[in-house]
């Protein structure tokens, strides 16, 4: 049993995150206060592309990890001596990616003689919320007990997990999840599908409110769990997710509605190269005609509706006590709005992180790490990246 009110360390830990296209590290104390959170981007570097190039994104983690770590150590106004813990990403993500960071990890951590903590980059997601939620000392924004229905939505993931803690540590159990793409990568697809900018869950996020949401009826199939394999007794449902058949009903849309001149135009004006410096999402409204913006509606509201559907049917199903919406989708202001008025009739609590918590970030890594170091849950020098990471053992199959 970990009593992390007895642990007697400074409960210092330094997170390091690389599995994708951030590099990221950010001190946090004893899993709540946050003393800094750096994040360099290679948006820049991948936007040309329209989506992540592994090859670019190692190199570019390479170049960036040293004076990353250095920033979060100085702006937490500490120093590494004062760590006890450096926490690091083991997985899910790119391998040459999360080789960076563990590599950088495990020769900081032999170098300190500190210990080294291994993270589910998923749990760290979930772990972005839970810190928020405790820093409301006295009342917290999802209670203590009982289950939480958490839904990681991000480029990478769409998952839903039951989280609860027992012993101070918090267990998993995956209820749900995507058949084939994310919805973050449907909303990274049809952004360039319609000569938006990269990643494009930002850029439909600005747009969509400036068009009629039920312009375009899209409709979701329903997928059945996979049938009961032999010798599993227990019948629990399991919640799926499709989002590429959306994907491809943008594209027929597109094709059959005359509008590849418009986009062509478009993706022209914003090509990384005829950028007004600085320009933000926000700024493209100029570039898109009312079809388009209708047509980022109705994609954005079908989206959010079905993720909403069936984050509110698990919950209600497995009896969770509050919701909580991580990863770079939880940004997402329709469905930050959508899903806290539904919460709100249902009675449920729910919590989302703060903006800069819910896209990729080391804060979240050194947070979930704190149940570790409490309990002396330390990873071997062996460790390696594993890029396929699970969170969670699997319901029993229906
Ligand atoms: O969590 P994250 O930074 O990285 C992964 O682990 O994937 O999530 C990135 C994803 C991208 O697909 C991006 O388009 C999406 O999150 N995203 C958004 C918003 N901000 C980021 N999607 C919808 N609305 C947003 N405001
Ligand atoms: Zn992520």
């Given at each position: 049993m970990v009593n992390d009110t007895s642990y007697s360390g400074s409960g210092l830990v330094l997170g390091i995150e690389s599995s994708c296209d951030e590099t990221a590290a950010a001190v946090v104390e004893r899993g709540i206060r946050q003393l800094s959170n750096?994040?360099?981007?290679?948006?820049?570097?991948?936007?040309?592309?329209?989506?992540?190039?592994?090859?670019?994104?190692?190199?570019?983690?390479?170049?960036?990890?040293?004076?990353?770590?250095?920033?979060?150590?100085?702006?937490?106004?500490?120093?590494?001596?004062?760590?006890?813990?450096?926490?690091?990403?083991?997985?899910?993500?790119?391998?040459?990616?999360?080789?960076?960071?563990?590599?950088?990890?495990?020769?900081?951590?032999?170098?300190?003689?500190?210990?080294?903590?291994?993270?589910?980059?998923?749990?760290?997601?979930?772990?972005?919320?839970?810190?928020?939620?405790?820093?409301?000392?006295?009342?917290?924004?999802?209670?203590?007990?009982?289950?939480?229905?958490?839904?990681?939505?991000?480029?990478?993931?769409?998952?839903?997990?039951?989280?609860?803690?027992?012993?101070?540590?918090?267990?998993?159990?995956?209820?749900?999840?995507?058949?084939d793409d994310a919805a973050g990568e449907a909303f990274d697809k049809v952004a360039k599908l319609l000569g938006l900018g990269y990643p494009g869950g930002p850029w439909i996020d600005q747009l969509a409110p400036h068009g009629n949401p039920l312009a375009v009826p899209f409709t979701f199939a329903q997928i059945k769990p996979k049938a009961h394999r032999p010798g599993q007794h227990t019948h629990q449902p399991r919640f799926l997710f499709s989002f590429s058949g959306i994907k491809t009903a943008v594209l027929r849309y597109v094709e059959t509605h005359d509008m590849a001149s418009s986009i062509a135009t478009r993706r022209q004006q914003l090509t990384p190269q005829n950028l007004i410096p600085d320009m933000k999402p926000s700024d493209a409204l100029a570039f898109c005609d009312q079809q388009t913006l209708d047509l980022l509606a109705s994609f954005q509201r079908a989206v959010v509706d079905d993720l909403k559907r069936k984050t509110f049917a698990a919950a209600e199903h497995y009896g969770a006590h509050g919701l909580l919406i991580s990863g770079g989708v939880a940004a997402n202001r329709e469905l930050r709005a959508r899903f806290t008025e539904t919460a709100a009739k249902r009675g449920l609590p729910i919590a989302f992180p703060a903006l800069s918590l819910a896209t990729d970030n080391a804060a979240m890594i050194a947070a979930a790490a704190w149940s570790r170091l409490a309990s002396r849950d330390f990873a071997p020098a062996s460790l390696s990246a594993r890029a396929s990471l699970a969170l969670g053992a699997e319901p029993a199959l229906p």
């Open positions: 750096v994040v360099a981007s290679q948006i820049a570097i991948h936007s040309p592309y329209g989506g992540v190039v592994p090859e670019l994104a190692s190199r570019e983690h390479l170049r960036a990890i040293v004076p990353v770590v250095d920033a979060a150590v100085r702006e937490a106004g500490i120093t590494l001596s004062g760590l006890d813990a450096i926490a690091v990403t083991e997985g899910p993500g790119l391998a040459g990616a999360l080789l960076v960071g563990i590599g950088y990890a495990k020769a900081l951590a032999y170098a300190l003689g500190k210990p080294l903590i291994a993270v589910n980059h998923l749990e760290g997601h979930i772990h972005a919320v839970l810190m928020e939620s405790a820093q409301q000392f006295g009342n917290p924004s999802l209670p203590a007990t009982g289950p939480l229905l958490a839904l990681v939505v991000s480029g990478g993931h769409t998952h839903l997990y039951l989280a609860q803690q027992r012993d101070g540590m918090w267990h998993y159990r995956n209820v749900g999840h995507t058949v």
